[in-house]
Every structure is written in structure tokens, then in C-alpha cells.
């Protein structure tokens, strides 16, 4: 006897015992009489034991049958509860989704998506987790985050991840409201900062600021350095400093005491939703998506007249 029992056979067996016999069963399953007959029998070879005794006028359940049949109903129960279950993930009535996002998106694009998305799943438990690309990525590639909002100055490497642009987020000269060139109309060009003391931000911001002055022609003379848009502008406001910082910082924390000037080269970062491709197939994920799409084409117009 062995107890690899097949559940396939299970089911067609509770069929053939709560109908009463092979040929209900082969209507009610779709099949042939002789399909259903040969499947009992190879259960009953495999079980060792009759299960069903066979008559002109149906099957009558042997106490081994009777027991099994307890087995298999029990079988049909839970894959009806894992049926049930599965719907209600894929109607966001059940579930989690967890996201990652970098400070400035956290603020300016998160909290309206997601007032979006509870609104269409409220049901849904969303987290969020404020983390930097590289960690934000990290967080995704392991499953500890199911997408996240990154941005990135140069080519994108998006390795075993899928990334779906959201916007262009240009970056701004700030400077101290006194300054000689706070009263500009026209975009500046950068390398008419050459010679200011300059605030620079995370390592991979900094690493872009070098880029971009270099190209203008200059190496910026970096005093101070904060991932703080907060504490950056407020260097700028008391004629420390000035800096170079992402339109979505502005908007998330606008300065007193700051201009902000577009920069003639138009520098800027792109900002997308990195997520694991078997994931697209996700309801909660592609709302998510849906509700950030919605919110980036309204932000990237308020950033387009930032100033």
C-alpha cells in the first residue's frame, strides 16, 4: 500500500460518492463513464482496499470509503478556502503592499497616491518605508519591498527589476535671497556660481553635483554637506552657501529666505517605480502603479514652472 494518494482522484472520488454513482459523476465532471471508472480504480489500487462497492443501481461506500470520503471533503473545503482567498487578494480586498520611497517622493508623490489607492482598496494594508535608491532597491530585489520610488542622474540599471519611468525632476539653483543673481528671470548658467561656497547632499547627489560643475567648467568649493533639504536651504538663506537641489525637495520643503533659479542646462534626475517583473501580475501593484502615474503627471507640471 502507499499513501501517495493523488488529489485529483480524491475529488473525482468525493464526485462518484456524493452523486452515487460512476455515470453522475461522469456527467457532473464532463468526462466518460469509463474515465471516471478507470481513476476509482487505480485510488483503490493505490489505497490497497476497497473503497466502493459496485451495483446496478449505483456505488455503496465501504467503511474505508466512508473514512476517505471525510479525507476528501476536507480536501475540497480548503481548496475552496484558498479559491476564496485568492479572489479576495486579486479584488484588494485582502493583503499588503509594501513600498519604498526616498524622502522628497515620500512627501510630494506618496501620501496623495496612496489617499488615491485607499480610496479604490481600502481594505488593502499599505507600509511604506523611507529609503534611499540604493537601499530602496535592495529592499525590492530581496521581497522586503514589494516596488519603490527611485531616481537616478544617469543611466538607469535596472539588473533583474523592471523600471517605469514617472517623471523628470530638474534640479534648481538656490541661493540666498540677496544674492546678485536672486532677481534673474532667465535661467542662470551654472558656471556663474563657480566661485560660491556650495552645500552638497547624500554621496550619490554630491557625486552628480561634481559632474555637473565640472562640465560648467568649474570644481565646486564644497563647505557643507547634509541630506536635509531643510537644513541645506537654510544654509543657503543665511548666505552660507548655495546648492543645487531636486525640484521634488522644493516642493516637499520650501525655503524661506531662498531664490530659486532654473538652471540653463536644465540638469535633472529621472524618478520611476522599480518592481519585480512576476509582480506586475499583482492587483495591489498595479493599482499602486496606477495612483502614482496619476499624481507624477500632475507633480511634473508644478515642477515644470518651479522658480
Same mark, same amino acid.
Given at each position: ?36 471508472? @478507470?481513476?476509482? @480504480? ?13 451495483? =446496478? ?5 465501504? #467503511? ?79 521581497? #522586503? ?45 551654472? *558656471? ?14 554630491? #557625486? ?8 560648467? *567648467?568649474?570644481?565646486?568649493? =564644497? ?57 506586475? @501580475? ?11 502615474? =496619476? ?13
Amino acid at each position: 500500500m502507499t499513501t501517495d494518494l493523488d488529489p485529483r482522484r480524491l475529488l473525482i472520488f468525493r464526485e462518484v460518492a456524493r452523486l452515487g454513482s460512476l455515470s453522475a459523476a461522469a456527467t457532473a465532471l464532463g468526462w466518460t463513464q469509463p474515465a471516471v471508472g @478507470q481513476h476509482m @480504480q487505480r485510488l483503490e489500487r493505490d489505497v490497497g482496499i476497497p473503497l466502493m462497492l459496485r451495483s =446496478v443501481r449505483g456505488i455503496t461506500l465501504t #467503511e474505508a470509503g466512508t473514512a476517505l470520503l471525510a479525507h476528501a471533503d476536507a480536501l475540497a473545503s480548503r481548496l475552496t478556502a484558498a479559491e476564496t482567498e485568492l479572489r479576495a487578494f486579486a479584488s484588494m480586498e485582502l493583503g499588503t503592499l509594501s513600498l519604498a520611497a526616498f524622502p522628497s517622493a515620500a512627501a510630494v508623490l506618496v501620501p496623495p497616491a496612496l489617499a488615491k489607492l485607499e480610496s479604490r482598496a481600502p481594505a488593502l494594508e499599505v507600509r511604506l518605508t523611507e529609503a534611499e535608491p540604493p537601499e530602496a532597491r535592495a529592499l525590492v530585489t530581496s521581497g #522586503e519591498a514589494d516596488l519603490a520610488i527611485v531616481f537616478e542622474h544617469g543611466v538607469v540599471q535596472e539588473g533583474e527589476l523592471v523600471l517605469l519611468p514617472l517623471l523628470a525632476d530638474p534640479l534648481r539653483a538656490v541661493l540666498p535671497s540677496g544674492h546678485r543673481l536672486a532677481g534673474r528671470v532667465r535661467p542662470i548658467a551654472l *558656471g556663474d556660481l563657480a566661485g560660491e561656497r556650495w552645500v552638497a547632499g547624500c554621496p550619490r547627489c554630491e #557625486e552628480n553635483l561634481l559632474t555637473t560643475t565640472r562640465a560648467a *567648467g568649474f570644481v565646486p568649493d =564644497v563647505r557643507h554637506r547634509t541630506d536635509d533639504y531643510v537644513v541645506a536651504q537654510r544654509l543657503v538663506a543665511e548666505g552660507l552657501a548655495v546648492t543645487l537641489l531636486p525640484g521634488l525637495a522644493l516642493l516637499a520643503a520650501p525655503g524661506k529666505g531662498v531664490a530659486v533659479l532654473q538652471v540653463r542646462t536644465s540638469p535633472e534626475r529621472r524618478v520611476g517605480v522599480l518592481v519585480r517583473a512576476e509582480l506586475m @501580475q499583482s492587483a495591489a501593484v498595479v493599482a499602486a502603479i496606477d495612483a502614482l502615474r =496619476v499624481v507624477a503627471d500632475r507633480t511634473a507640471k508644478r515642477l515644470v514652472s518651479l522658480s
